[in-house]
Nanobody, 125 residues
Framework: HVQLVESGGGSEQPGGSLRLSCVAT????????MAWFRQTPGREREGVAA???????NYADSVKGRFTISQDNAKDTLYLQMNSLKPEDTAMYYC????????????????????WGQGTQVTVS
């Protein structure tokens, strides 16, 4: 069993920065592939960024050049550094984890991840 706990959300002005953290506990062997998703009311959850065990990263086009995903394996912690925030970045942000992405699967698909955090709200206005 894996538990993911996010923190670091809050309110920020456009152009500002926030850093989200996600701490994994339990069977962290199952958290090789980790990602950040976000969701606003009435919309599907969308992939923001992902990182694999080799620190290979993927980003949604909407956040490329502004957000950076990273991980500290010694602390079982995932980060999302968000710079140059825009009002459209306002959402609930979720941490997700899985042992591996299925063959032919996509890092940005919610179906690839079995473990989810409870979310942390980010508001940019």
């Amino acid at each position: 069993h894996v538990q993911l706990v996010e923190s670091g959300g809050g309110s920020e002005q456009p152009g500002g920065s926030l850093r989200l953290s996600c701490v994994a506990t339990g069977n962290t062997y199952s958290t090789n592939c980790m990602a950040w998703f976000r969701q606003t009311p009435g919309r599907e959850r969308e992939g923001v960024a992902a990182i694999d065990p080799d620190d290979k990263t993927n980003y949604a086009d909407s956040v490329k050049g502004r957000f950076t995903i990273s991980q500290d394996n010694a602390k079982d912690t995932l980060y999302l550094q968000m710079n140059s925030l825009k009002p459209e970045d306002t959402a609930m942000y979720y941490c997700a984890a899985e042992y591996s992405i299925s063959y032919g699967g996509s890092w940005s698909s919610t179906y690839e991840y079995n473990y989810w955090g409870q979310g942390t709200q980010v508001t940019v206005s």
